[in-house]
């Protein structure tokens, strides 16, 4: 449970800030899709996350393709 009230007087503004620094956030696939991924990852022999990616790249193609 939180307090109150916390003291941040000895805090430092900024400590753990970087310019510039990407952050790779996790995604989360729902269990059908990660299921399929991980099937056709398998059968090619290949890790998941390029599975992804190549999926991706392919939609984000179309995509384009379309504007």
């Known amino acids: 449970m939180m307090k109150k009230e916390y003291d941040f007087s000895n805090g430092v503004r900024g400590k753990f800030y970087r310019e510039g620094v990407r952050l790779n956030l996790p995604i989360y696939l729902d269990k059908d899709i990660a299921d399929f991924v991980q099937k056709v990852a398998k059968q090619k022999k290949i890790d998941s996350q390029t599975v992804v990616n190549k ?13």
């Open 55 to 67: 999926m991706l790249r392919g939609n984000k193609e179309i995509i384009q393709a379309l504007q």
